[in-house]
């Protein structure tokens, strides 16, 4: 691959969105802000990898040299910002297995969602690599959505690939400044963040996903790094 950096704009807007990065029991909460797990599942949608696959393992390392940043968007209702909300859905399954390997006929979940939330994710990464994805959020293999199926994009996703982080800043933000947006960065050194999630796809596969630790820093908006 091309030594060459460049940068992926990515748009998220939709009337629910839920971002969960400690859901795998009866509770399925959403994060405030987009997941790389979840961006990582979108591509891998969009690009058609089936879970567990060898193509999906194949984009998951590559994409393990990828930079994120989130960063919130306010949302313009009529005559203010709309706040983001947290609404919770009662849920049932069927047809779940249980810890002793039986079917279970109906399982409950509560489920969380993010309602009036925008995001933009800035994807910092080798060119050829983001192109590849960009292509495909333009053309999807398979449909994409904002963390889960439930949750419908209302706007298309890729904002646009370019060569300057300045340029596709722009994209999401216009001229505002990014100190004046809340944001949440990776970070390289442990001592740098404020919180650690287990957020690093390792694997999709049904029946061993699989994710690693991420070391991250949440800014306020007009907090300066």
Known sequence: MSSD???????????????????????????LMPTRSAIAGMCCAALG?????????????????????????????MKRELPVRRLQDYHTVQNTRTAEGKIKDCHITHRQ????????????????????????????????????KACIPTAPVLAGLRSDWDEALRLLVGTRPLESFTRQEEVENFADGRDSLPDVPVSFASERRLFSPRRVKTWQAGEKA
Not at 56 to 75: D, H, K
Not at 119 to 146: I, R, Y
Request: charged share 20%.
């Open 113 to 148: 969602y993010l309602a009036d939330a925008a995001f933009g994710v800035l994807l910092e990464g080798e060119e050829s690599l983001l192109k590849q994805v960009a292509d495909a959020l333009e053309n999807p293999v398979w449909g994409v959505w904002l963390g889960r």
């Open 49 to 77: 990898h089936p879970r567990g696959s060898a193509n999906e393992q194949e984009f998951l390392a590559a994409f393990g040299s990828v930079c994120m940043t989130a960063i919130a968007i306010p949302r313009n209702g």
């Open 5 to 31: 950096r460049s940068y992926l704009a990515l748009r998220l807007e939709g009337p629910l969105q839920s971002w969960g990065f400690d859901s795998q029991y009866n509770r399925r909460n959403t994060g």
